[in-house]
């Protein structure tokens, strides 16, 4: 269970810099136990947790770990529920616990925090009409105004993201790895925020969010570069990552200046906020916290898992303020490329294998809930959850 923090006056100095630099913290995480025995409200009251985030992974984890589902499993198998029906059956009553739980945040802000994602069907991830309906689909199902549908940032994604920003839903585009894709995620959104306008419909309450993944980029590329006998590629070591966001984060500076934004801005637009995602560290060599006090910047979301989060609550921090001399992150991608590392080739792989890490803990899931069908059915054995 995780722990909840302090005070605000006794908030360790990493929560001080947060604040002090208008960054918002999310959970990167979600479980019955949390929703129903007050550990998120109290994070929410005391750690300053304003939003959360859920991912088939982390679905996986909660439902097969652990004897909180077992009840709802087995009312939902009595009323003749399939394995995928239970399984968004399941996560949808934890959003919508998640999101009540957070209303509170997202009343005092006016519709700019307190936000709960979840993923379309990873399997959807290529194709833009499937995600479209999806996306609709559970929009309809958990009705929650603080709600933000996930969806991935992949080519055909982008045009689902587009439509259904004109739509009116609250988007949250995921497994951004390239600064490219980015711009072309700023793009769709502009462009579904005209299409409103252009059919005459508010956008003021119109919501977004860009999550670029960081540790995934570290993890790919440092293992090319331990591969390469030259001093210069390993002191490029644990410097990917952080370049990259820093020039996504230059790239959102930008955006703001563009005659486009401007006039949408005009409109009282909201801008699409910069997320950091996958922020706990993949590598041992690397503090816990790596990825989190080099990304402490003004107007952006840090999403933190659990064990992250324990980290964060308990160590001091000295510097926490993201670096702005974006002239460094570009000299670190002009000389991983002298050694034949293309971030954007890179991206591309780090895109593929993202939706197979989420295709995968997905059908995990719906297997293990058929074989609890089964045995309660009485056609298999009992399955115990996963420990």
Not at 165 to 172: K, T
Not at 308 to 334: G, H, K, P, W
Request: aromatic residues 8%; proline residues 3%.
């Amino acid at each position: 269970m995780l722990r909840t923090m302090k005070s605000k006056d006794q908030m360790n100095n990493s929560q001080h810099c947060a604040i002090q630099f208008e960054q918002r913290i999310w959970l990167d995480d979600i479980r019955r136990n949390y929703l129903t025995d007050g550990t998120l409200s109290k994070l929410i009251a005391n750690d300053g947790i304003s939003g959360l985030t859920s991912n088939p992974t982390i679905f996986e984890r909660a439902i097969t770990t652990s004897t909180d589902y077992d009840d709802a499993i087995e009312e939902l198998i009595k009323l003749g529920k399939d394995a995928t029906s239970i399984y968004e059956s399941l996560t949808i009553e934890d959003i919508q616990r998640a999101a009540d739980l957070l209303r509170p945040v997202y009343d005092r802000t006016h519709a700019t925090d307190g936000y709960v994602s979840l993923e379309v069907s990873p399997h959807l991830a290529y194709d833009t009409e499937a995600t479209i309906r999806d996306a609709q689909r559970l929009w309809s199902l958990v009705k929650r105004p603080n709600l933000m549908i996930k969806v991935p940032a992949t080519e055909p994604g982008l045009l689902a993201i587009e439509q259904l920003i004109a739509e009116g839903l609250n988007i949250n585009v995921t497994l951004l790895f390239s600064v490219t894709r980015y711009r072309q995620v700023i793009d769709a959104y502009w462009k579904g925020l005209h299409a409103r306008l252009d059919d005459a419909k508010a956008i003021t309450q119109q919501i977004s969010v860009a999550s670029f993944f960081i540790s995934r980029i570290d993890t790919l590329i440092d293992s090319r570069l331990h591969s390469i006998q030259e001093n210069k590629a390993h002191e490029l070591l644990g410097q990917a990552a952080i370049a990259c966001a820093q020039l996504a984060l230059k790239a959102y500076q930008t955006s703001l200046e563009d005659k486009r934004w401007k006039n949408l801005s005009r409109q009282n637009a909201n801008p699409q906020s910069l997320l950091w995602a996958s922020t706990s560290t993949k590598i041992s060599d690397y503090s816990s916290l790596k990825y989190v006090e080099a990304l402490i910047a003004p107007d952006t979301i840090t999403t933190l898992a659990p064990t992250t989060l324990a980290s964060y609550r308990d160590n001091d921090v000295s510097v926490c303020r993201m670096s702005e001399d974006f002239s460094e992150a570009e000299q670190v991608i002009t000389t991983l490329r002298s050694f034949d590392i293309d971030i954007e080739a890179v991206a591309d792989q780090l895109e593929r294998e993202g939706i197979k890490k989420f295709v995968e803990p997905y059908d995990r899931s719906i297997a293990w809930l058929e074989r609890r069908r089964e045995h309660i059915l009485g056609s298999a054995e009992y399955v115990e959850p996963i420990v």
